[in-house]
């Protein structure tokens, strides 16, 4: 008797939960080069927020407006937090970098600084990992999901 093969489901989700472990990892690496290798530390915080704008763009341009032209909720609804996060995200990303190429640096800032980008990220994560992308998993056909995340991968 032959089985039927079960086709895996495509989920635009897993491939964000990637890029935000990889993010985490990233900054727990900076965070504890920057006690024993400061230039390496600094070149390492230019790697993670260039990520981290990238895939904020990418969410930006493809990802979100998938959601907003089936919902044609744009003015207000889900996308427009979460564009207010990204915001909130790359200042803090913008004054994280001024504070480290300050030749006056200072640790104590630097801590409240990084322990804030990492609430952000949490809160507005887990928003996308537990709500908005599943959501647009169970909305879309399979073939948009895969062209979708192609369309974030280059
Ligand atoms: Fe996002
Ligand atoms: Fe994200």
């Not at 530390?41 to 981290?52: D, G, N």
């Not at 990418?58 to 003015?75: A, D, N, W, Y």
């Not at 996060?85 to 640096?105: F, V, Y």
């Not at 952000?120 to 908005?132: D, S």
Request: proline share 5%.
């Amino acid at each position: 008797m032959q089985k039927n093969a079960i086709t895996p489901t495509f989920r635009i989700t897993s491939s964000i939960i990637d890029d935000h472990i990889n993010a985490e990892k990233l900054i727990a690496e900076f965070q504890s080069l920057k006690v024993k290798n400061e230039p390496a530390a600094k070149k390492l915080f230019l790697k993670i927020k260039e990520e981290l704008m990238v895939h904020m763009t990418k969410e930006e341009e493809v990802l979100f407006p998938l959601f907003e032209s089936r919902t044609q909720i744009q003015g207000s609804g889900p996308t427009v937090t979460m564009r207010n996060e990204h915001k909130q995200i790359s200042a803090l990303l913008n004054k994280m970098e001024k504070t480290l190429r300050n030749p006056k640096r200072n640790a104590r800032q630097e801590a409240v600084m990084e322990k804030e980008l990492l609430k952000l990220l949490k809160m507005h994560e887990e928003k996308e990992e537990e709500v908005f992308y599943p959501w647009l998993d169970k909305m879309l056909p399979e073939q948009e999901k895969k062209t979708a995340v192609a369309q974030m991968r280059n």
